[in-house]
Every structure is written in structure tokens, then in C-alpha cells.
């Protein structure tokens, strides 16, 4: 049974969009918040609480991020991705590297896909306490068609990606008969959320292309649904929105060149966006720092700019917009960057910085199938908690100084966060050279 906690005299950001309340103690009993304000003071002592001095300080949900590729291990190419990451090496590495997550202040995660499809075993280990990590949620592989993916400006016409069978995190699917089966069968593996790649960079394509059928992603979100499991989609162009929103994706990743056919389309069936802007700000602004041309940083940033003012208009008609960061490659390490969504829903949409908070701690629970017990901070609900050192709610950018990360709170006990930053050293075969030469960390961003 993990000790009782008082976190004593902090201002409350309760993660709702309400403004901060100062002077307010939370009591932690068996993982869950029992009390807040004076009865929280009142009833310490009995429960026996070890207490948190919170004075001047925030207290305020833990950060959800809704899009970690959790076994990537700072990839920097499709080439590194699918042929130079062994299952049960990658395994470990990502033990290691939950740990960085979590002492960044991300107290749980949605991993959409992963090598090997080893999402729902990670998932079970870190349930059963055999490795450190946030609450997770897991896909196995991404869903792909054999024309369609990130990978097909790799090779010369997208051969990179097989014409069948798995490779890296995705399985091929060629046939709806083929998308129902490994539907089917990722649920049966364990998956939490099946992951659909509705869109690839064709080769000869400026932009991706739709790269299955209505047919295709109905006869998916269909399988998946009738087992009570919900589905995901990678999105990146105006059309492929409109059509997983009809067919019955839960959730759509990136959202590019949202229209308003695409707005209709998610309010009509209740489709949740996640735009992932984070990999796509950090090489828009930071790209000469790792080695990207000019070129790059534009294609990245009009992408941002083409999106953000439609997905305004979305989120201001209540499409559920929740935060992501494409952990796990070069340019978004673990640890490092799960805080910048907030900042570019900020910058770049004109929210509040409450607003954005609420992105990453109450709407996270949608993907985590935690509604009303997870990401606020109200009594009865779960524990995963932080204490900032400033105030968010007034410069959002304070999250991501990990120096400001006071207290990480998960499952209602306080993590050691004077243990040295995890790191590993050469791994033989495990990198390959590219065009990024160095992972983007926080500091050397800034420096």
C-alpha cells in the first residue's frame, strides 16, 4: 500500500480550464485523491501522510501525451526504424527510456504502435511493476496498406515497405478481408487502440496520399468496434480526415490541411484530434541545429501554419483536441519536448495557457479510456500529479524546464528524481548516418 500524501499550500491547477486555486492542500490515500482544502489538512494526521510543502508552488495534473512511440529510442530514419531494431534489445532500451518519460512529468501515455508490436507486453510489465513507467496504453503494429506510409520516400518507389507481413512497427494489410483479420488479431494480442495509416508519401507525390479505401478503414473501425476497442489514424491531407471520420476513426493524428468538410466530419461522429505538431515545430525551428536545409524547415512550417488556424475553428465548435509529441525520433527525444504542444497550441492556435493544460491532462483520459478518473485534480480521482516550481497557467514554457519539475507523483507515490538522467552508450548496429547527426535536446535547442 503506498503512503499517504499531503501536498500542502500549493495553487491548484485542476486541469478542467478553471483558473488556479491558491492556498489548497490535496490529500493522497491508495493512489486516488480523497481530500482537497481544509478536510485535506484535517484528515492528515490520522491517515498518516508524509507531507509535500507546497507553499507559492502549483500543483497540477500530470502531463498526458497522447502520441510516444515508446520503443523507437530517438530514431533517425525508416531505414534505423525497421532493420536495425531488435525486439528484445528495443525492449530494454525502452525501460530505460520510460524512465526519462516519466520523471519529464508524463504520468501516463498512449504508444499507437511499436516495434514488434510489443506495446501490450510493455504495458502489462509496467502494470505489473516490473519496469518504471506512466500508465500506458498500446496498438501493436500501424495498420498499412503496401503503397502507403512514411517510409515510401525512403526507397526508390517506396520499396522500403514490403507488399506483405510485418516489418518494424507496421503489418500489411492488402484486402479487406486481410484489414478485419489483423484487426481482429491485434485485439486478441492485447492492443488497447488499433492504428491506421490512412495516409503515405507515394514517391512521385508532392504531400501523402489516401492509401486505403472507404471500404478499407469502415471494415477496420467496424472489427475493432464490435469489440468494444477503438481506432486511431494517421491523417495527412484534407480528405483522408473526412473519410476516417466517416468510416469511424475515435481518434485522427496530425489533421493536415483540416478543412471544413473535415471539422463536419469529426463533429458528426465525434472524432478526437491530436495534430502532433511538436516533431514539426522542432524542424521548422530547430532544424539547422541537427542538420536540416532550409528547404525542410519550410515544408514543415507551412504545414503547422495550413493546419492550426482550421483546427482553431475546430476546437472552438468542440472537436476534443488533446496533446501528442511524436516521442521517440531525433528530433523529439524522450524526456525533452512533451510539453511543447501546449506551447504551439498557444502560439500558434491562441489558447490559453489553461486551455492547452487541459489538452494534456483532462482530455488525455479519453485515450487512456479513463474519463472522469483520470487528469484533474478533484477528490476521487487518480493520483498522478506535479508540483511546478512557477506558474503555468501564466507562461506555459516553465513545463518544459525539467528543473521546474519539483514533485512527479504517479499512482500516488512520489518518483526519485534525484536519480542520474538515464542514458546508454554505443549500441552496435543500432545507428545508422543520415541527415541528423544529433538528438534535439531541450538544452542544446536553447542554447
Given at each position: 500500500?503506498?503512503?499517504?500524501?499531503?501536498?500542502?499550500?500549493?495553487?491548484?491547477?485542476?486541469?478542467?480550464?478553471?483558473?488556479?486555486?491558491?492556498?489548497?492542500?490535496?490529500?493522497?490515500?491508495?493512489?486516488?485523491?480523497?481530500?482537497?482544502?481544509?478536510?485535506?489538512?484535517?484528515?492528515?494526521?490520522?491517515?498518516?501522510?508524509?507531507?509535500?510543502?507546497?507553499?507559492?508552488?502549483?500543483?497540477?495534473?500530470?502531463?498526458?501525451?497522447?502520441?510516444?512511440?515508446?520503443?523507437?529510442?530517438?530514431?533517425?530514419?525508416?531505414?534505423?526504424?525497421?532493420?536495425?531494431?531488435?525486439?528484445?534489445?528495443?525492449?530494454?532500451?525502452?525501460?530505460?527510456?520510460?524512465?526519462?518519460?516519466?520523471?519529464?512529468?508524463?504520468?501516463?501515455?498512449?504508444?499507437?504502435?511499436?516495434?514488434?508490436?510489443?506495446?501490450?507486453?510493455?504495458?502489462?510489465?509496467?502494470?505489473?511493476?516490473?519496469?518504471?513507467?506512466?500508465?500506458?496504453?498500446?496498438?501493436?503494429?500501424?495498420?498499412?496498406?503496401?503503397?502507403?506510409?512514411?517510409?515510401?520516400?525512403?526507397?526508390?518507389?517506396?520499396?522500403?515497405?514490403?507488399?506483405?507481413?510485418?516489418?518494424?512497427?507496421?503489418?500489411?494489410?492488402?484486402?479487406?478481408?486481410?484489414?478485419?483479420?489483423?484487426?481482429?488479431?491485434?485485439?486478441?494480442?492485447?492492443?488497447?487502440?488499433?492504428?491506421?495509416?490512412?495516409?503515405?508519401s507515394l514517391h512521385d507525390k508532392v504531400g501523402e496520399v489516401t492509401a486505403w479505401t472507404f471500404e478499407e478503414l469502415r471494415a477496420s473501425c467496424d472489427a475493432a468496434h464490435e469489440l468494444g476497442v477503438p481506432v486511431s489514424a494517421h491523417c495527412r491531407n484534407a480528405q483522408s480526415i473526412v473519410d476516417c471520420a466517416k468510416a469511424g476513426v475515435d481518434l485522427i493524428w496530425h489533421a493536415s490541411f483540416l478543412d471544413e468538410a473535415g471539422i463536419e466530419a469529426c463533429l458528426e461522429n465525434g472524432s478526437a484530434i491530436s495534430p502532433t505538431f511538436t516533431f514539426l515545430a522542432n524542424l521548422a525551428d530547430f532544424g539547422p541545429k541537427v542538420g536540416a536545409t532550409p528547404g525542410m524547415q519550410d515544408v514543415f512550417r507551412g504545414e503547422i501554419e495550413a493546419t492550426a488556424t482550421m483546427l482553431r475553428k475546430a476546437y472552438d465548435q468542440g472537436v476534443l483536441l488533446i496533446s501528442g509529441t511524436e516521442s521517440g525520433f531525433c528530433l523529439t527525444p524522450y524526456g525533452e519536448w512533451h510539453s511543447r504542444e501546449m506551447e504551439i497550441f498557444v502560439e500558434e492556435m491562441g489558447l490559453t495557457p489553461l486551455e492547452a493544460i487541459t489538452t494534456a491532462t483532462k482530455n488525455g483520459a479519453f485515450c487512456m479510456k479513463l474519463e472522469g478518473e483520470l487528469g484533474t485534480v478533484e477528490v476521487g480521482m487518480l493520483a498522478d500529479l506535479l508540483v511546478i516550481d512557477g506558474d503555468p497557467s501564466r507562461d506555459i514554457k516553465i513545463l518544459g524546464d525539467k528543473s521546474r519539475i519539483l514533485e512527479v507523483i504517479s499512482r500516488g507515490q512520489r518518483i526519485d528524481l534525484d536519480i542520474p538522467w538515464p542514458s546508454h552508450g554505443n549500441i552496435p548496429g543500432w545507428k545508422v548516418g543520415n541527415w541528423a547527426y544529433d538528438w534535439l535536446t531541450w538544452e542544446r535547442a536553447h542554447e
Open positions: 500500500m503506498a503512503e499517504a500524501l499531503l501536498i500542502s499550500g500549493g495553487n491548484v491547477i485542476d486541469g478542467t480550464g478553471a483558473p488556479p486555486v491558491a492556498n489548497t492542500s490535496v490529500l493522497v490515500e491508495d493512489g486516488r485523491i480523497t481530500a482537497m482544502g481544509a478536510e485535506a489538512e484535517e484528515r492528515s494526521a490520522a491517515a498518516g501522510a508524509t507531507t509535500i510543502d507546497a507553499t507559492s508552488k502549483t500543483v497540477m495534473p500530470g502531463l498526458h501525451d497522447s502520441h510516444l512511440h515508446s520503443t523507437f529510442d530517438m530514431v533517425q530514419s525508416n531505414d534505423e526504424l525497421f532493420f536495425h531494431r531488435e525486439p528484445i534489445l528495443a525492449a530494454l532500451v525502452t525501460a530505460q527510456n520510460l524512465k526519462k518519460v516519466l520523471r519529464a512529468g508524463v504520468t501516463s501515455f498512449f504508444d499507437p504502435d511499436s516495434v514488434g508490436g510489443m506495446g501490450p507486453r510493455l504495458r502489462e510489465a509496467i502494470e505489473a511493476g516490473v519496469i518504471e513507467g506512466p500508465r500506458m496504453v498500446a496498438g501493436c503494429h500501424a495498420l498499412m496498406t503496401a503503397i502507403g506510409g512514411t517510409a515510401a520516400l525512403s526507397a526508390p518507389a517506396g520499396t522500403l515497405i514490403p507488399d506483405e507481413g510485418r516489418l518494424g512497427y507496421i503489418q500489411i494489410v492488402n484486402s479487406v478481408e486481410e484489414v478485419v483479420l489483423w484487426t481482429r488479431r491485434h485485439i486478441k494480442y492485447g492492443a488497447d487502440w488499433i492504428k491506421i495509416h490512412a495516409t503515405g
